[in-house]
């Protein structure tokens, strides 16, 4: 979902915490960690692809309609069909988005928590920003 998702990776949160803060209960099937690995293996190669980055650009033109947000949505739910967990979609895209945080040591493998630059500022509560 991107840096606005609060799985982004932004902030250290434990499973727990994310259970709490999410408005759709746990996964009734839990995707195994091997398997939850090849699939954001596959989520990056899809990313990094011709396609998606023309998909991606064309989605942040004035005049598109569709949203990056949109097309990474549907590049997850392209990675549960190729790996067979249509029939599960939603719970198969929450395992996934909730992936690094279940798995912590899985943190490095997408692209969006890798290289995410987001971090807490310098401003305190009063100053003027």
């Known amino acids: 979902m991107g840096m606005v998702h609060y799985t982004s990776g932004r902030r250290n949160l434990t499973y727990e915490e994310l259970i709490k803060s999410n ?3 746990p996964s009734k099937s839990f995707i195994p ?10 989520e990056n190669e899809l990313r990094i692809s011709d396609e998606y ?8 033109q004035t005049s598109s309609s569709t ?8 590049l997850q739910r392209q990675v549960i069909r190729e790996f067979h967990l249509d029939e599960e979609m939603n719970d198969a895209l929450l395992c996934l988005r909730c992936a690094t945080q279940i798995y ?12 995410n630059r987001a971090r807490d500022g310098d401003l305190q509560v009063g100053d003027i920003a």
């Open 23 to 25: 408005a759709t209960k």
């Open 33 to 42: 960690k091997s398997l939850l690995k090849l699939m954001l293996i596959r």
């Open 53 to 60: 980055q023309k998909r991606f650009h064309e989605a942040e």
């Open 67 to 74: 949203s990056w947000l949109d097309v990474a949505d549907e």
């Open 104 to 115: 912590p040591d899985l943190k490095d493998i997408p692209l969006y928590t890798k290289y």
